[in-house]
């Protein structure tokens, strides 16, 4: 006997998260997985650039001998703390493209990854701010100034919260790497084994970047702990940018005997 009451529908998607691992790689996800193959090492080539020539143009020594070198080279410091902020910008980019590819695969986690390397890009980019407003000091120093004393102190204040904010924006991108790797392991749109040694390198970050901010007197040591995704995340550029990613052999397989 119909009761006239409908028992509500439970979808393959609903029960599992929104996955669709059986749908078909479209030309989409193609071409914005190679996009984010693109960005990942345009924004390594504009971060890498924008972390280390600050340090290095400013060297050490008091806060005038610093100021000094700034001045001489400001426009080379600012160009790096402009491409820092750009490498921000990149991630956008990189978190968007990941997310096209991987919805698929499963839409929530998907799209946490992207909500967290949104976060990344905002916490960097408030960092680099910061980095600004300490420029402003260096290049606004007046030799034999007696307010020479005060301004080192407050460059020194306004120095820590870049480094801090950068160390918690890694956070972030561990937490978003170890998801997106998750997926790509799923998926096998990638080599397993590339996939796999992503969410463990992904996971050291986290744990590295933690200890860094509890014990800051070791972070030239614990910054190693960054290197493995460094390594990882190269990798998977060239082979999203050289290769694409692949439907499983198993997988396509059964596609055509459907």
């Given amino acids: 006997m119909n009761s006239g009451i409908r028992a509500p529908s439970t979808t393959y998607e609903d029960n599992m998260g929104i996955e669709m691992q059986d749908k078909p790689i479209d030309d989409t996800q193609r071409f914005y997985a190679r996009l984010a193959g693109f960005m990942y090492l345009l924004n390594y080539a504009t971060s890498v650039f924008g972390a280390i020539a600050p340090g290095t143009i400013r060297g050490t020594g008091t806060l005038a001998e610093q100021s000094q070198r700034i001045i001489a080279s400001e426009v080379l410091y600012r160009t790096a703390l ?17 997310y ?10 998907a799209q946490l990854a992207l909500f ?11 960092s680099v701010v910061f980095s600004f407003l300490v420029l402003g000091i260096y290049t606004g120093m007046r030799p034999d100034s007696i307010q020479n ?20 924006s890694m956070m972030f991108l561990a937490a978003g790497s170890t998801i997106f790797f998750y997926l790509f392991y799923k998926s096998r749109y990638i080599p397993r084994l590339l996939a796999a040694w992503g969410v ?7 744990i590295v970047s933690v200890a860094m901010l509890v014990f800051p007197d070791y972070t030239r040591t614990l910054q190693y702990g960054w290197g493995p995704l460094g390594l990882t995340e190269v990798g998977t550029a060239l082979w999203l940018m050289i290769v694409g990613i692949r439907q499983p052999a198993e997988r396509t397989l059964e596609m055509a005997h459907a």
């Fill in 116 to 126: 967290l390397e949104l976060c990344q890009a905002s916490v960097g980019a408030v």
């Fill in 100 to 109: 096209v590819v991987l919805e698929p695969v499963n839409r929530r986690l």
């Fill in 82 to 98: 402009t491409s820092m902020a750009i490498g921000w910008v990149l991630i956008v980019f990189l978190a968007f493209s990941l």
């Fill in 200 to 206: 463990f390198s992904s996971v050291l970050m986290m």
């Fill in 149 to 168: 004393d005060q301004l080192q102190a407050l460059a020194q204040i306004l120095e820590r919260p870049p480094g801090s904010g950068f160390t918690i």
